[in-house]
């Protein structure tokens, strides 16, 4: 068969380094490629995979060889594959495939939920939901967990410990959001800001302050063109001020200025436009995650009142155990195909990972990969695009924090050492997530 040969090299990588940054995005599917065989990580043996599951428990470091002359031979190796394959999940429903959430109605319907019809049921549920979520926020705080995922059927939360993404204190953002879950965020006093609107809008003033020095017969063209609907984005400023240029220019009695209606309008219309979009990304820091997550344990919104989803509590993703959690691993197949060479047939080998892989797992599986396969493989990387907007560099570290080594107080949450320095860092690639890996002769090059 000829298998795996759409995934395209990317016209333009990155240049080569020696690590990749680091995707907060959720992957649903991996496919890792390469010329050496992915042999070594099938048939585990009992003890490889009771080791496996040892080493994830006891947040063990992997012991592995410099380097490996057969892979397949290798213990170490193959219980350090089972170990970054390790997940936690709750609620833990076999005949339900719990993630994605964010369209899943098809993938749900017809399968039983006894809970949908019972009230008393669904109490049971989120009461027990609310005891993992909050067991899960507690070893946040304690700086025993990195992050996990919340992920409910309209938007996924992401919580990050301080020492991550270069912050000082515990992070939450939600994405997508409307305007009905900001205000209800609002009422209950969470303190939030939407980063990439702001940038948007800061990015539009420095625009036209450079557009009103060059060309300032222009301003009269804005002002009309406000009026046929071509709206910038509305300030917080007080309105009456924002016109004050125009007086400036002695042109205020040829520009209708909006009465108070219009200028609420003008703004509820804006506010609703990035709805459900990427920039409804909604950013809560410090002690506010603590509201925040009161606010969803007691939020009904949060689970679905009708279709395939109702009553069915969110679902919640973490690195390491917690309180109500199930031990979960990704599933692992390798497949043998011929490619079409220059010349003739080539082996081609792939390894498939499927499942909610998490940024730590995509981490630990490619410092495996880089051991196994000699420094030289490609992957395919299969994004839940509602949570590619994660990636974006939200906030900047304070003087005093950068000067620390990052992450120091999080070396006892379970991640390796590499993989936390990784995600320590700033988020270097915007809205978007990695789409395509590749290794070559040890170092990195990628596509977003």
């Given at each position: 068969?000829?298998?795996?040969?759409?995934?395209a090299?990317?016209?333009?990588?990155?240049?080569?380094?020696?690590?990749?940054?680091?995707?907060?995005?959720?992957?649903?599917?991996?496919?890792?490629?390469?010329?050496?065989?992915?042999?070594?990580?099938?048939?585990?043996?009992?003890?490889?995979?009771?080791?496996?599951?040892?080493?994830?428990?006891?947040?063990?470091?992997?012991?592995?060889?410099?380097?490996?002359?057969?892979?397949?031979?290798?213990?170490?190796?193959?219980?350090?594959?089972?170990?970054?394959?390790?997940?936690?999940?709750?609620?833990?429903?076999?005949?339900?495939?719990?993630?994605?959430?964010?369209?899943?109605?098809?993938?749900?319907?017809?399968?039983?939920?006894?809970?949908?019809?019972?009230?008393?049921?669904?109490?049971?549920?989120?009461?027990?939901?609310?005891?993992?979520?909050?067991?899960?926020?507690?070893?946040?705080?304690?700086?025993?967990?990195?992050?996990?995922?919340?992920?409910?059927?309209q938007?996924?939360?992401?919580?990050?410990?301080?020492?991550?993404?270069?912050?000082?204190v515990?992070?939450?953002?939600?994405?997508?959001?409307?305007?009905?879950?900001?205000?209800?965020?609002?009422?209950?006093?969470i303190?939030?800001?939407?980063?990439?609107?702001?940038?948007?809008?800061?990015?539009?003033?420095?625009?036209?302050?450079?557009?009103?020095?060059?060309?300032?017969?222009?301003?009269?063209?804005?002002?009309?063109?406000?009026?046929?609907?071509?709206?910038?984005?509305?300030?917080?400023?007080?309105?009456?001020?924002?016109?004050?240029?125009?007086?400036?220019?002695?042109?205020?009695?040829?520009?209708?200025?909006?009465d108070?209606?219009?200028?609420?309008?003008?703004?509820?219309?804006?506010?609703?436009?990035?709805?459900?979009?990427?920039?409804?990304?909604?950013?809560?820091?410090?002690?506010?995650?603590?509201t925040?997550?009161?606010?969803?344990?007691?939020?009904?919104?949060?689970?679905?009142?009708?279709?395939?989803?109702?009553?069915?509590?969110?679902?919640?993703?973490?690195p390491?155990?917690?309180?109500?959690?199930?031990?979960?691993?990704?599933?692992?197949?390798?497949?043998?195909?011929?490619?079409?060479?220059?010349?003739?047939?080539?082996?081609?080998?792939?390894?498939?990972?499927?499942?909610?892989?998490?940024?730590?797992?995509?981490?630990?599986?490619?410092?495996?990969?880089?051991?196994?396969?000699?420094?030289?493989?490609?992957?395919?990387?299969?994004?839940?695009?509602?949570?590619?907007?994660?990636?974006?560099?939200?906030?900047?570290?304070?003087?005093?924090?950068?000067?620390?080594?990052?992450?120091?107080?999080?070396?006892?949450?379970g991640?390796?050492?590499?993989?936390?320095?990784?995600?320590?860092?700033?988020?270097?690639?915007?809205?978007?997530?990695?789409?395509?890996?590749?290794?070559?002769?040890?170092?990195?090059?990628w596509?977003?």
């Amino acid at each position: 068969k000829d298998l795996h040969l759409p995934v395209a090299v990317p016209e333009v990588p990155s240049s080569p380094r020696h690590e990749f940054p680091a995707d907060w995005s959720l992957k649903t599917r991996l496919l890792f490629m390469s010329s050496q065989s992915f042999s070594w990580a099938e048939h585990l043996k009992a003890q490889e995979e009771a080791q496996g599951f040892a080493q994830h428990c006891r947040a063990t470091e992997p012991n592995l060889p410099q380097s490996l002359q057969e892979p397949k031979l290798s213990t170490e190796l193959r219980c350090a594959f089972q170990q970054s394959l390790v997940y936690w999940l709750h609620p833990s429903l076999p005949w339900l495939q719990l993630f994605p959430r964010i369209g899943a109605d098809r993938r749900i319907a017809g399968k039983a939920s006894p809970w949908s019809q019972d009230e008393a049921l669904q109490q049971v549920l989120m009461s027990d939901w609310s005891v993992s979520f909050t067991s899960l926020y507690n070893l946040l705080k304690a700086k025993l967990c990195p992050y996990f995922y919340v992920c409910t059927y309209q938007f996924t939360v992401l919580f990050r410990a301080a020492g991550l993404v270069g912050s000082d204190v515990i992070t939450a953002v939600i994405s997508p959001t409307t305007r009905g879950l900001r205000e209800a965020m609002r009422n209950e006093g969470i303190e939030f800001s939407l980063p990439l609107v702001e940038e948007s809008r800061t990015r539009k003033w420095k625009s036209s302050e450079v557009n009103l020095e060059t060309e300032g017969a222009n301003s009269l063209e804005a002002g009309n063109s406000m009026e046929n609907g071509e709206e910038p984005a509305p300030s917080d400023d007080d309105d009456e001020e924002s016109f004050s240029w125009l007086e400036e220019m002695g042109v205020q009695d040829k520009v209708k200025k909006p009465d108070a209606i219009s200028i609420k309008l003008r703004k509820e219309k804006h506010e609703v436009q990035v709805d459900h979009k990427p920039e409804s990304l909604a950013l809560v820091k410090g002690t506010n995650t603590f509201t925040l997550l009161n606010f969803l344990i007691n939020c009904k919104s949060l689970v679905a009142a009708a279709g395939p989803q109702a009553g069915l509590p969110p679902t919640l993703l973490s690195p390491v155990a917690f309180r109500g959690g199930t031990m979960q691993t990704l599933k692992a197949r390798s497949i043998n195909a011929k490619a079409r060479g220059h010349l003739a047939y080539e082996d081609i080998f792939s390894l498939e990972i499927v499942g909610p892989v998490m940024p730590h797992a995509l981490h630990s599986l490619t410092v495996l990969l880089r051991l196994a396969q000699r420094g030289a493989f490609s992957a395919a990387l299969y994004t839940h695009e509602p949570t590619a907007v994660f990636n974006a560099c939200l906030d900047s570290a304070s003087p005093a924090f950068s000067k620390e080594p990052p992450g120091k107080d999080l070396l006892r949450c379970g991640l390796h050492p590499e993989a936390l320095e990784q995600l320590s860092q700033h988020p270097t690639l915007g809205k978007s997530a990695l789409r395509f890996l590749e290794m070559k002769d040890y170092a990195y090059t990628w596509k977003s």
